[in-house]
T-cell receptor
């Protein structure tokens, strides 16, 4: 299984809602990532988990809260988002801590905040 | 800081060869990757250069010159399905939490025409 899956594919939420994005991989990878991508822009790194521990937080606002329940799962909890947070949210994984040359991306969740 | 420059758009004819360049400025350097992203899709890994020279994978080749801080992706025998955005990504020496961060370039939108 060389796939990273993400749910939901699309999400529309109001600014007062609470929602969660989910990501799963069964490749035995020990590093998992959340990226945000706006239209016609490159992916921007948000968080990195290594061995289920948060290693990198790229100064992301607290309305985004990541969680790594186990080595296969990664969640992103959303609360009180702003319309400018509308974007494609990509999850990725890589085989080992510190390896950045090959990341496997999920299909993304397209988020619209109204 | 880090910067990776790519041409924003390239148009090429089906069956032809196209080269997409990437120049970078980073604090420390550990390798250059290339990713392909179709509209509405997730980035998919194409190739990685950790050392100077040419890496070939089927119709795609990637080149790196560390002394010139420069690399390129070469696509041969272009097909219509190659129309996509192509991102270079540098694994650089920012050791935040012990992790070598990956930074994506600005992206090149390739349009293949009949």
């Amino acid at each position: 299984d060389t796939e990273v899956t993400q749910t939901p594919k699309h999400l529309v939420m109001g600014m007062t809602n609470k929602k969660s994005l989910k990501c799963e991989q069964h490749m035995g990878h020990r590093a998992m990532y959340w990226y945000k991508q706006k239209a016609k822009k490159p992916p921007e790194l948000m968080f990195v988990y290594s061995y289920e521990k948060l290693s990198i937080n790229e100064s992301v606002p607290s309305r985004f809260s990541p969680e790594c329940p186990n080595s296969s799962l990664l969640n992103l909890h959303l609360h009180a988002l702003q319309p400018e947070d509308s974007a494609l949210y990509l999850c990725a994984s890589s085989p080992r801590f510190g390896s950045g040359e090959t990341q496997y991306f999920g299909p993304g969740t397209r988020l619209l905040v109204l | 800081g880090q910067s990776l420059e790519q041409p924003s758009e390239v148009t090429a004819v089906e069956g032809a060869i196209v080269q997409i360049n990437c120049t970078y400025q980073t604090s420390g350097f550990y390798g250059l990757s290339w990713y392909q992203q179709h509209d509405g899709g997730a980035p998919t890994f194409l190739s990685y250069n950790g050392l100077d020279g040419l890496e070939e994978t089927g119709r795609f080749s990637s080149f790196l010159s560390r002394s010139d801080s420069y690399g390129y992706l070469l696509l041969q025998e272009l097909q219509m399905k190659d129309s996509a955005s192509y991102f270079c990504a540098v694994r650089d020496g920012q050791r935040s939490g012990g992790y070598q961060k990956v930074t994506f370039g600005t992206g090149t939108k390739l349009q293949v025409i009949p």
